[in-house]
T-cell receptor, first 108, second 113 residues
């Protein structure tokens, strides 16, 4: 049980912002939301995480709704190298449970 | 800086043969260590994790086993491979015990024929 729900795939035009949604309606107040991505044939790569406030780093921004039941990962200017499967994860103890993620296609 | 090494990168093994995949981490101490498998076209499945030397937790019943003989070494093994063991095996480490970032190795692509 991955505890998150993501659309299976999305398209985004190169240079535009990619907004990837995630539902986590059963999340508790002290659980973090993490985002990873996996480029084909590589290991997953950490992107960003947050508890309840919006977060931004050099890769992306994370917007978490006030009720924490959903979040959105924003890649501000998508490039072809951002083509990957993006995983939204709610941490459970020492383990990460990966769901099926969203396959993001960046269109030239 | 910390690095994680997995080898080999690719492996082709016959059914019934043994398996040993090794993962080592440098630049940190007492990390949590993880083995994942990804079957073709599927998501990542957590197989084993370890919070310390000799401490192994298994997530799914299977034909594989894991060992942690040293603090920064994690080994995935099988006595007799099955066709269904084919997949992309990933090792990961995490510093800290809760809610911390996991860093993944480059993976081993195993084909059992």
């Amino acid at each position: 049980d991955a505890k998150t729900t993501q659309p299976p795939s999305m398209d985004c035009a190169e240079g535009r912002a990619a907004n990837l949604p995630c539902n986590h309606s059963t999340i508790s107040g002290n659980e973090y939301v993490y985002w990873y991505r996996q480029i084909h044939s590589q290991g997953p790569q950490y992107i960003i995480h947050g508890l309840k406030n919006n977060e931004t780093n050099e890769m992306a921004s994370l917007i978490i709704t006030e009720d924490k039941k959903s979040s959105t990962l924003i890649l501000p200017h998508a490039t072809l190298r951002d083509t990957a499967v993006y995983y939204c994860i709610v941490r459970v103890d020492d383990k990460i449970i990966f769901g099926k993620g969203t396959r993001l296609h960046i269109l030239p | 800086s910390q690095t994680i090494h997995q080898w080999p990168a690719t492996l082709v093994q016959p059914v019934g043969s043994p398996l040993s995949l090794e993962c080592t981490v440098e630049g940190t101490s007492n990390p949590n260590l993880y083995w994942y498998r990804q079957a073709a076209g599927r998501g990542l499945q957590l197989l084993f994790y370890s919070v310390g030397i000799g401490q192994i937790s298994s997530e799914v019943p299977q034909n594989l086993s894991a060992s942690r003989p040293q603090d920064r070494q994690f080994i995935l093994s099988s006595k007799k491979l099955l066709l269904s063991d084919s997949g992309f095996y990933l090792c990961a480490w995490q510093q800290g015990k809760l809610r911390n970032i996991q860093y993944f190795g480059a993976g081993t692509r195993l084909s059992v024929l």
